[in-house]
Every structure is written in C-alpha cells, then in structure tokens.
C-alpha cells in the first residue's frame, strides 16, 4: 500500500531561519511521482515541484530546495531564510502508476514570526 | 486567468438534504479530480475523470455521484447530506488523459460544506 507521511504537524520558526519540512512515503512501485503543494491562508493549493523515482538529483529554486533520497523513501523540502508570506500548510504527495492515484500527507503547518 | 472555478465558496446543508458542487476549468486540462479535505489527513480522492464521458472512483466515493458534463465542467452531488460529510471540497484538472495522472493538478479555491 502507499503512504505518505508527514512527521511534523506544526513548525514554528522566526524569519530568516532556515527550515526544513519532512515526508517519508512508501510504494512498491518503481515509478511514481513526488509532488509538494502548498496552502496559503487563503486556501488555494499552489503546486511548488514534481520529482519522478527516476531523477533523485536535489532541485534548488530561489530559497527553495529539494532532497529526494530513495535509499531512506525520503523527499524533504528547505526553505532558507524563511520569510513571513512562507507561513503556510504544505503537503507532500505520493502519485504511483500502479494506483493510478495521487496520495497525500498529512500536512506541515509552518508559521514563520516576524 | 481564471483556472479552475468552484461554485459556491460557502455552504450550509441540512442533514438529509442534496446539494451539487459545480467545478469548470479553462485550461483544455483532460483529467478533473474531487477531493475533500479534512483536518490532520490531508486531501483525499473521491472521484476523479480521465477524460470527458468518464469516471472512477477515488478512495472515498461512498456519498458521492459525479458528472463529467463536458471537458470542462465536472460536478459533484451530495444526495443525502450527512454531518460526515463536512468538510473543504477541492476540485482540480491536470493535463493528462488516458487515466495517467502523473503531471501537476491545479486546485480550485475550495468550497467549505457544512452539514448540520
């Protein structure tokens, strides 16, 4: 069975300080797709990257930073230097073609203090 | 710009009562998804369509009838509410057909239901 999970219900760091948020996901399938999403207070969910099981080099994007590690099932995200707009609830999700199916975690809230 | 639009963004439900959730895209997107969002567990697939004149079942479909009306509509009914059923409903497209569902899903705002 798939399963994503996300250790860290809640984050609270100050600004400026790197933070790293966590997702351990389990597949038997040797393709599938690792996505993280996140949800602004407003609500909407804003896709942020998709990594497929085939390409485990890391991805940086401005302050944002990736580490897909198969070997631990691991796929966490950085955000350095975090910034208040960061305060958010972002999902890790798990996409597996056997399931035909897009699984989700629990979630990360991070709230980032001013 | 507008992606993908939910109608309505609020609503209350008597127990017993139906109500249809109304999603359209305008990103030429195959694929259409509804999902529900409830507290600590994240966002979970109740129906999804690969393509227009399909559907299929998601993880929890129980309560739940859906209507791919066209590629860009796809709407999903509640016939008989029950106070399970409270929750933030999401829809969402993506690019794909043919029942891969491997590239991004964009999400609507939401539509907060509450039964009472």
């Known amino acids: 069975a798939q399963k994503v999970t996300q250790a860290q219900t809640e984050i609270s760091v100050v600004e400026k300080e790197d933070v790293t948020l966590d997702c351990v996901y389990e597949?038997?399938?040797?393709?599938?797709?690792l996505f993280w999403y996140k949800q602004p207070p407003s609500g909407e969910l804003v896709f942020l990257i998709r990594?497929?099981?085939?390409?485990?080099q890391n991805e940086i994007s401005g302050r944002y930073s990736w580490n897909f590690q198969k070997s631990t099932s691991s796929f966490n995200f950085t955000i350095t230097a975090s910034q208040v707009v960061d305060s958010a609830v972002y999902f890790c999700?798990?996409?597996?073609?056997?399931?035909?199916?897009?699984?989700f975690g629990g979630g990360t809230r991070l709230m980032v203090k001013p | 710009n507008a992606g993908v639009t939910q109608t309505p963004k609020f609503q209350v439900l008597k127990t017993g009562q139906s109500m249809t959730l109304q999603c359209a895209q305008d990103?030429?997107?195959?694929?259409m998804y509804w999902y529900r969002q409830d507290p600590g567990m994240g966002l979970r697939l109740i129906y999804y369509?690969?393509?227009?004149?399909?559907?299929d079942k998601g993880e929890v479909p129980n309560g739940y009838n859906v209507s791919r009306l066209n590629k860009r509509e796809f709407s999903l009914r509640l016939e008989s509410a029950a106070p399970s059923q409270t929750s933030v409903y999401f829809c969402?497209?993506?690019?794909?057909?043919?029942?891969?569902?491997?590239?991004?899903?964009?999400f609507g705002d939401g539509t907060r239901l509450s039964i009472l």
């Open positions: 597949t038997r399938d040797t393709t599938y797709y």
């Open positions: 990594r497929n099981s085939f390409d485990e």
């Open positions: 990103m030429n997107h195959n694929s």
């Open positions: 969402a497209s993506s690019e794909e057909g043919g029942g891969s569902r491997n590239q991004p899903q964009h």
């Open positions: 369509s690969a393509s227009e004149g399909t559907t």
């Open positions: 999700a798990l996409f597996y073609n056997a399931g035909n199916m897009l699984t």
